[in-house]
C-alpha cells in the first residue's frame, strides 16, 4: 500500500489563522481525499483533491474556507482558514491503495486545537 | 445517497471473549464495504473489505466479517479479543457510481476489560 506522509502531526493555532496541512504520498495516485473529524466523532469527506484543476468540495464545505491544491499526483495541501475554535479536528489525507482493487489508504491525520 | 449505521456507539468485552460489531448500510446497488480501526491517538488502519465473491471475508489481526444482502449488513467479528484491540473502529460504504467516495459510520468504541 501506498505511505501517506501527514504533516504537521498537530498544532495549536490562534483563531484567525490559517494552517495549511501537506499531504506527501510515495507513489502516484490517483485519487486523493481530504476529511474531517470532530472530536468523538466519525470521519466527514471535506473534498476530492483533484490533480491539475480545483477541488470538488462536499455539501457543507467551500473552497474559501479549505482551499486545496493537488500540484501533482503524489502531493496534496489543504488550508484550514480563519480559523476558529470549531475547526479544531483531526484532518485526514487519504489515497486510494496500490496494487488495483479499490480501498483507501489514510494518514496518521493532522490534530488541530483552535484556541 | 449511500449511508451506514452502526447501531452500538460503545461495547465493552472482557480479554478472550468474542466480539461482534454491528454495521448496516443503504445504498441501491451492492457497493463496496469497509472496517476501519483507529487506536487512539492514530490514524485510520484498514482491517478488511468487500467487494464481491465469498461474502465471508477475512481481514488483519484475526478479524472476519460477513455480508449479508437480504439483511444489508456487514458485521464486524474475532472470536478471541486482545486487550490491545481496544479501539475505535468504523464501518464504511463506497462505490465506483459515488466517484469513490467513502462514507462512514458513526463509529463504535470497544473497551476491553482484563
Known amino acids: 500500500s501506498a505511505v501517506i506522509s501527514q504533516k504537521p502531526s498537530r498544532d495549536i493555532c490562534q483563531r484567525g489563522t490559517s494552517l495549511t496541512i501537506q499531504c506527501q504520498v510515495d507513489?502516484?495516485?490517483?485519487?486523493m481525499f481530504w476529511y474531517r473529524q470532530q472530536p468523538g466523532q466519525s470521519l466527514t469527506l471535506i473534498a476530492t483533491?483533484?490533480?491539475?484543476?480545483?477541488?470538488?468540495?462536499e455539501s457543507g464545505f467551500v473552497i474559501d474556507k479549505f482551499p486545496i491544491s493537488r500540484p501533482n499526483l503524489t502531493f496534496s495541501t489543504l488550508t484550514v482558514s480563519n480559523m476558529s475554535p470549531e475547526d479544531s479536528s483531526i484532518y485526514l489525507c487519504s489515497v486510494e491503495l496500490a496494487g488495483g482493487g479499490y480501498g483507501y489508504t489514510f494518514g496518521s491525520g493532522t490534530r488541530l486545537t483552535v484556541v | 445517497a449511500q449511508s451506514v449505521t452502526q447501531p452500538d456507539i460503545h461495547i465493552t468485552v472482557s480479554e478472550g471473549a468474542s466480539l461482534e460489531l454491528r454495521c448496516n448500510y443503504s445504498?441501491?446497488?451492492?457497493?463496496?464495504l469497509f472496517w476501519y480501526v483507529q487506536s487512539p491517538g492514530q490514524g485510520l488502519q484498514l482491517l478488511l473489505k468487500?467487494?464481491?465473491?465469498?461474502?465471508l471475508v477475512q481481514g488483519i489481526k484475526g478479524f472476519e466479517a460477513e455480508f449479508k444482502r437480504s439483511q444489508s449488513s456487514f458485521n464486524l467479528r474475532k472470536p478471541s479479543v486482545h486487550w490491545s484491540d481496544a479501539a475505535e473502529y468504523f464501518c464504511a460504504v463506497g462505490a465506483r457510481a459515488a466517484g469513490n467516495k467513502l462514507t462512514f459510520g458513526g463509529g463504535t468504541r470497544v473497551l476491553v476489560k482484563p
Open positions: 507513489s502516484q495516485v490517483t485519487m
Open positions: 445504498y441501491g446497488a451492492t457497493p463496496y
Open positions: 468487500y467487494f464481491s465473491g465469498d461474502t
Open positions: 483533491a483533484n490533480q491539475g484543476s480545483e477541488a470538488t468540495y
